[in-house]
């Protein structure tokens, strides 16, 4: 069974920066496509990154956040620099067990439990 574990969430300025962890275990990690999303309140869970085949970010974020990989460690990051109040929410970490670049949550079977993110204006 895949486990994903989150962290590096925070509260930080508006223009500063957060680096979120993902640590998978359970199976090959490297057989997985991994993912971002993040969901405020009384809002939908939207893919910020990905990050498979190659990588995709949403535009809202593009040229701020950066999605890596590192094989060897079975880890996922997420650094978000340049952060505005708009990027408050939760963010989670999600496992695909196919290749390619998934993006929707429906094509993802593991999630994190979440961390939070608040950025203040």
């Known amino acids: 069974q895949v486990q994903l574990v989150e962290s590096g969430g925070g509260l930080v300025q508006a223009g500063g920066s957060l680096r979120l962890s993902c640590t998978f275990s359970?199976?090959?990690?490297?057989?997985?496509?991994m993912g971002w999303f993040r969901q405020a309140p009384g809002k939908e869970r939207d893919c910020v990154a990905a990050?498979?085949?190659?990588?995709y970010y949403t535009d809202s974020v593009q040229g701020r956040f950066t999605i890596s990989r590192d094989n060897t460690k079975n880890a996922v990051y997420l650094q978000m620099n340049n952060l505005k109040p708009e990027d408050t929410a939760v963010y989670y970490c999600?496992?695909?067990?196919?290749?390619?670049?998934?993006?929707?949550?429906?094509?993802?079977?593991?999630w994190g439990q979440g961390t939070q993110v608040t950025v203040s204006s």
């Open positions: 999600a496992a695909a067990d196919q290749p390619g670049l998934p993006t929707m949550p429906g094509d993802y079977g593991y």
């Open positions: 359970g199976r090959s990690f490297r057989n997985y496509a």
């Open positions: 990050i498979g085949w190659s990588t």
